[in-house]
């Protein structure tokens, strides 16, 4: 059982390159924080701060209430689950899950329950008199997260430990992960990937990183839904949204957009008032809330350049022209397979209750 309390946490490496600043957090007990964001935002340094790793050079790091800026590492209560699992190759899964409690002279007894009790979790229960070389990549891994689990840490720290296995096998193991965390619900754990599936399907709460701070917190929905700005926008759903520069014509509890380049306008259940006429917005909007349509009001009409059917989905990309797109594609992601429609021109819009606004980045929702 652990809270965590991060206050202005900030990370400079060698005094000079500054990599996180502002890094404010309240993670309690029981949740699986997820932190997510492109390659080298900062995730794993965020991480290592916490477990002691790595010096946190301003701000403060509370675990249960008490700063542990200066504790050391085996002093915090932490495990730690890496990318690459470095497992004894000459010793068996049951020894190598009980190295960390010989280490720290445990009884043959007491060492032998907790073994078996992260076996059983783990499902390694038959695998305990083999070597590592007998075992498939996703039971090495369980064996790994069984070393950590032995020393019943009060946070688990886990820094992309999937991404080393194949994709079929990282679904698998992400399903154990999720069973592994229902099974422990009063341990706290943290969970860095750059894959937002993985984030969307494990996080109880995720923590969007990106230019050196945090971009959002919250639920996978709440980031899905309502998406504070562009950049949680498009990082959070695949592919990602679409943004179609256009201005206010009509404020009110429903907003009217025009969009840039010759398209119709449309409506987004986005309240605003008069000083917003005339204001520069990006119109977002998840290619999976495109929608055909024949009316007055549309966001978008093109010409379809690739097709690309799925089975249970068809994507679409249109080459948007880029004064009316922020983007360099338009994509429609529609139900359904639809083969013949390369070339054609299609007319698409969003119910107002799909459609997102941004002004400079920011979603009007916020404001
Ligand atoms: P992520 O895990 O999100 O990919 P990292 O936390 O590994 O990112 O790295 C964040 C940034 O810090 C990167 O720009 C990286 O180059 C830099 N960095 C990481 N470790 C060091 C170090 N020891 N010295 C200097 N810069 C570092
Ligand atoms: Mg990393």
């Known amino acids: 059982m652990a809270d965590l309390k991060l206050t202005n ?4 490496y060698g005094g000079t390159v500054n990599v996180l600043k502002d890094i404010n957090l309240d993670i309690q007990t029981g949740e699986l924080i997820v932190f997510v964001g492109p ?3 900062g995730k794993s340094t965020l991480l290592r701060m916490i477990a002691g790793l790595e010096k946190i050079t301003g701000g403060e790091l509370k675990i249960d209430g008490e700063v542990m800026n200066d504790v050391p590492p085996a ?3 932490i495990a730690m689950v890496f990318q690459s699992y470095a497992l004894y190759p000459h010793m068996t899964v049951r020894d190598n899950m009980a190295f960390a409690l010989k280490l720290a002279k445990k009884s043959p007894q ?5 073994v078996n009790r992260a076996a059983k979790v783990l499902q390694l229960d038959e695998y305990l008199d083999r070597l590592p070389k007998a075992l498939s990549g996703g039971q090495r891994q369980r064996v790994a997260i069984g070393r950590s689990i032995v020393r ?6 886990f820094d992309e430990p999937l991404s080393n296995l194949d994709a079929s096998l990282r679904v698998a193991t992400r399903i154990e992960i999720a069973q592994l965390k229902e099974s422990m619900p009063n341990s706290t754990m943290i969970y ?6 993985e984030a969307m399907t494990l996080a109880s709460r995720i923590v969007v990183l990106a230019n050196k701070g945090i971009a959002q917190v919250g639920s996978p929905l709440e980031l899905y839904e309502r998406p504070e700005n562009e950049f949680v926008a498009q990082f959070i759903g695949s592919p990602a949204m679409n943004l179609l520069a256009g201005e206010i014509v009509n404020t ?8 840039h380049d010759g398209a119709g306008t449309i409506m987004a259940n986005i309240p605003t008032t008069e000083a917003d006429q005339g204001l520069a917005v990006n119109v977002g909007i998840r290619p999976e809330d495109m929608v055909a349509t024949t009316g007055e009001n549309y966001a978008f009409a093109d010409e379809v350049s690739i097709v690309e059917a799925l089975g249970e989905v068809t994507q679409l990309y249109f080459a948007a022209p880029s004064s009316s797109a922020d983007t360099d594609t338009v994509i429609a992601k529609l139900p359904g397979i639809h083969t013949d429609v390369r070339g054609k021109k299609m007319t698409l819009t969003a119910d107002p209750s799909k459609v997102h606004l941004f002004a400079d980045g920011q979603s009007l929702l916020y404001r």
Do not use: F, N, W
């Open 252 to 259: 009110g509890e429903v907003t009217e957009v025009k969009v």
């Open 39 to 41: 390659s080298g935002c």
């Open 110 to 114: 007491e060492i032998d329950e907790a």
């Open 192 to 197: 860095v990937t750059h894959d937002q599936v």
């Open 9 to 12: 946490v900030e990370k400079t």
């Open 152 to 157: 019943d840490p009060k946070v688990y720290l």
């Open 75 to 77: 002093m915090r209560g």
